[in-house]
């Protein structure tokens, strides 16, 4: 984790989150996450920790393993199933139905697995 996120405020790094996710960059998107995760124990922290997961099933899923891309979806889809269908500007239902698709062959189990580009990943809208 980078100590130049830590004397970031929490609207400024939630952008930061939402930059990297779109240029795919899933592992940052992770590292910011963290911060907020840890600063948060409440429903915005689970938030975090949510689209914490997703970003990392991505990162696991484009580097080919599959097994921590599953693991790590499966978490996320239990977080943003237990969210509100909009929280914190975010379209949550939305996503997660996108997800959910992004993530079918990898929960499934498909034969032929190929690792996720990360074009491929859903984008993330506000309401």
Same mark, same amino acid.
């Given at each position: 984790?980078?100590?130049?996120?830590?004397?970031?405020?929490?609207?400024?790094? +939630?952008?930061? =989150?939402?930059?990297?996710?779109?240029?795919?960059?899933?592992?940052?998107?992770?590292?910011?996450?963290?911060?907020? +995760?840890?600063?948060?124990?409440?429903?915005?922290?689970?938030?975090?920790? %949510?689209?914490?997961?997703? %970003?990392?099933?991505?990162?696991?899923?484009?580097?080919?393993?599959?097994?921590?891309?599953?693991?790590?979806?499966?978490?996320?889809? =239990?977080?943003?199933?237990?969210?509100?269908?909009?929280?914190?500007?975010?379209?949550?239902?939305?996503?997660?139905? =996108?997800?959910? =698709?992004?993530?079918?062959?990898?929960?499934?189990?498909?034969?032929?697995?190929?690792?996720?580009?990360?074009?491929?990943?859903?984008?993330?809208?506000?309401?």
């Amino acid at each position: 984790m980078s100590d130049d996120f830590l004397s970031l405020p929490d609207n400024v790094l +939630w952008q930061r =989150a939402l930059k990297y996710y779109h240029e795919h960059n899933f592992f940052m998107v992770h590292e910011v996450l963290e911060v907020l +995760w840890k600063r948060d124990t409440d429903r915005k922290g689970a938030f975090y920790q %949510a689209f914490l997961q997703v %970003a990392v099933s991505f990162y696991h899923y484009g580097n080919a393993n599959f097994i921590g891309a599953r693991q790590l979806a499966r978490l996320a889809i =239990a977080r943003l199933n237990d969210m509100p269908h909009d929280f914190h500007g975010v379209d949550i239902k939305g996503f997660l139905t =996108a997800y959910e =698709a992004t993530m079918l062959p990898l929960l499934s189990n498909a034969p032929g697995l190929k690792p996720l580009n990360g074009s491929e990943a859903p984008q993330i809208t506000h309401l």
